[in-house]
Nanobody, 126 residues
């Protein structure tokens, strides 16, 4: 499946954005869909992940309480609602899938994810 992230842009600190990750094909029950971000000169960082079947979620501590990941099972889309944005949230955000034939625990490691989409730039001005 091919993934395409969209919804990025320029926003003032304290503002909100909603990112969307659209798939070219269906997600499957045991898939995990994650969001990662990478700021210039920094390592790729885990943001959030959702289990496709049950909708269970997990977040990085840095975004917990501000970001919400959700899924639209009709549109095969994963959303990332970002509220209370801070300048340190500025990065390129990418979505990725971790595909498995069986249920697996959540992972925050990029190497566990099989397919990656193009990123979308989020810039937060202070």
């Amino acid at each position: 499946v091919q993934l395409q992230a969209s919804g990025g842009g320029l926003v003032q600190a304290g503002g909100s954005l909603r990112l969307s990750c659209a798939a070219s094909g269906p997600f499957f029950s045991n898939d995990h869909i994650g969001w990662f971000r990478q700021a210039p000169g920094q390592e790729r960082e885990f943001v959030a992940v959702i289990n496709w079947r049950a909708g269970k979620t997990n977040y990085a501590d840095s975004v917990k309480g501000r970001f919400t990941i959700s899924r639209d099972v009709v549109k095969d889309t994963v959303l990332l609602q970002m509220n209370g944005l801070k300048s340190e949230d500025t990065a390129v955000y990418c979505c990725a899938t971790r595909r498995s034939q069986r249920a697996t625990p959540f992972s925050s490691f990029a190497y566990d994810y099989n397919e990656w989409g193009q990123g979308t730039q989020v810039t937060v001005s202070s």
